[in-house]
């Protein structure tokens, strides 16, 4: 039997499942990053400014590849790195984080940096465990990608023994097992009863007005072609929610739009007047529904999701399927012609009109010349000038917004990807998106606020060679907060109360140059196209600094 270090068992098992970057801020398992310098090379250790940054940025690659993202932190930034694993965990999305931890022969003895951080991990992971001998590294590594991409995927927490994770350097007997099979996402599709699946098209050929509502599990499925399919069959319209927005582009004729708080309108009319709402791969959370509104509880309703436990949460069900929403789909769509479909010509028709009157709504805004710049325009922009096959990566908040309801995916090829609520996440994100998928153009969608968050990893992005695209909503200021300060103020915001969510008037191009970045000022729209242009064919990290109205919102959602 061959003895080895605990290292090279981590080196090679994150080599056997298919790892290609590792994000972390030093110093952790540093025999272990030794050993993949000199066993694996080709795995790129990405060291970045934050911890918090470190698992948005292992968030990005994993929603990109469908393999889990692996941050790591040791014992002084677990919390930290604890932090930023609340975005994936809201999200769905399989992030692997190993931080060092407690040794017990000084546990209590107040050791410098020591805080039993543990606890910390668990409302943030689908698993919390430790390491404390180096012979349970294969089996604990193999639990993590186990338990990380089956079911509704989410992140897994491990803590090794040591401030910095120092239980690598012990020997072991252990060999490095890889379940190969656990390295991406779905792993397993659990498939749906025939009996099950015909129920579900029956309710739906009963049905006048039914909508199918699209969330992130059939994003993660990779089940966007049956979606689409489907909706073609059964001449149903598709609303999706932010995390489901590349599902089905927008420009396709049954796509409705974005549902729920981050919405676009004609997509909250179109759920709200449906006789029966097919939900697939989504909790039905609160951004999805506008607080369970759109649809109304009481709504005639169907969900089909991979996790047992997300069925009727929250909208009463006539009938389930507990599978892979691409199983589900494609075996709905295989029995769809043993059920006679109605004629739906009266209900596309309304459809067609709700999203006819959104886009002449908004047209004249979707093309403003004003100056200083809507967002409106550069949300249109961005529709036009992005390439087949780009990722877009966007923020919370206002960016949420304005991408929601007014960007659209215009080819299958294409991928979205919002964050599930921490303002700040998009600019790291994209970082692990594109390290992840480096010959796909990828661009961010930011403010201000947000890129000031993590703004020492435009850094990161010029050291590491990541040649992502950063476009930035300036309007040197939080103005999604703008009304919510008015109402404070009895209506009318004062000049003091315009100090709770206004910053300084800030360059950001000049800044993402003199830290070796491409930086592109914009002031007036007729330059946002071609400063796209020119950002994409960069070929380095690029920040295309658009200077916007900070008096304009985006429009409320409508219920």
Known sequence: MTRRTGARVVADMLDGYGVTHLFLVPAILRRTLAELERHHPHIERVVTHGEKAAAYMADGYARVSGRPGVAAAQVVGALNLAAG??????????????????????????????????????????????????????????????????????????????????????????????????????????????????????????????????????????????????????????????NGKDTIPGTHPLSAGVAGTYSRECANQVVARADLVCFVGTSTGSMTTHFWAVPPVGTAAIQIDIEPAHLGRNYPLRASLAADAKAALARMLALAPHHRQPDRAAWLAEV?????????????????????????????????????????????????????QFHDVTTPQQSYLRSAGHLGWAFCAGVGAKSAAPDRPVVVFTGDAGLYYHLGEIETAVRRKVGLVTVVNNNHGGNQSKRGFDRAYGGQGTEQSRELWTYRDVDFARVAEEMGALGIRVDRPGELAPALDRALSAGRPAVVDVHTDIEVVAPLPVS
């Open 85 to 242: 694993l609340r975005e994936p965990f809201l999200a769905g999305s399989p992030v692997i984080a190993l931080t060092g931890g407690r040794s017990p022969a000084t546990k209590f003895r107040h050791v410098y940096q020591e805080i039993d951080d543990l606890p910390a991990f668990d409302p943030v992971t689908k698993l919390n465990a430790t390491i404390d001998h180096a012979d349970r590294f294969p089996d604990m590594l193999r639990h993590a990608f186990r338990v990380a991409t089956t079911g509704a995927p989410g992140p897994v927490h491990l803590q090794i023994q040591g401030n910095e994770g120092q239980l690598d350097t012990e020997a072991t007997d252990a060999e490095p097992v890889v379940e190969p099979d656990f390295a991406r996402v779905p792993p397993i599709r659990p498939a749906p009863e025939d009996e099950r699946v015909s129920a579900v098209l029956a309710l739906l050929a009963a049905a006048e007005r039914p909508v199918i509502v699209a969330g992130g599990g059939v994003r993660s499925s990779g089940a966007g072609p049956e979606l689409v399919a489907l909706a073609e069959a059964l001449r149903i319209p598709v609303a999706t929610s932010a």
């Open 352 to 404: 067609d009109a709700l999203r006819a009157a959104w886009r002449a709504r908004y047209r004249e805004v979707l093309t403003s010349d004003a100056v200083p710049i809507r967002p409106e325009r550069i949300a249109g922009e961005l529709t036009a000038g992005l390439p087949g096959d780009a990722v877009l990566v966007v923020d919370t908040g206002h960016a949420g917004m304005w991408m929601a």
